[in-house]
């Protein structure tokens, strides 16, 4: 199993900046295990959408267009975390955030198998 928590979210004004991060932990979840990290989110009555997502060495990565140049996924493998840097924040990126893992991923929630328990972001206009 892999637990994975969430923090870093809160209230900001249009135009800052927040960043999340997400520790991971559990008996499968170790520097040997190449799993892929992604960020997702939800709006109120909105279905969970993809925001970023990192390979397991971070030379890779793939966001949504909605965040290109405004995001960014990080990862520090010896520390079981991964990060979003969310910069130029809007209010449409206002939601609960969440992280997730998987060995394979993707940029669907349905391709994830592990989730955290979600973080809220709120951007006032």
């Known amino acids: 199993q892999v637990q994975l928590v969430e923090s870093g979210g809160g209230l900001v004004q249009a135009g800052g900046s927040l960043r999340l991060s997400c520790a991971a932990s559990g008996r499968t979840f170790s520097t040997s295990s190449s799993y892929v990290m992604g960020w997702f989110r939800q709006a109120p009555g909105k279905e969970r959408e993809f925001v970023a997502a990192i390979s397991w060495r971070g030379g890779t990565t793939d966001y949504a267009d909605s965040v290109k140049g405004r995001f960014t996924i990080s990862r520090d493998n010896a520390k079981n975390t991964v990060s979003l840097q969310m910069d130029s924040l809007k209010a449409e990126d206002t939601a609960v955030y969440y992280c997730?893992?998987?060995?394979?991923?993707?940029?669907?929630?349905?391709?994830?198998?592990?989730w955290g328990q979600g973080t809220q972001v709120t951007v006032s206009s």
């Open positions: 997730a893992a998987d060995r394979f991923g993707g940029t669907s929630p349905g391709q994830y198998s592990y």
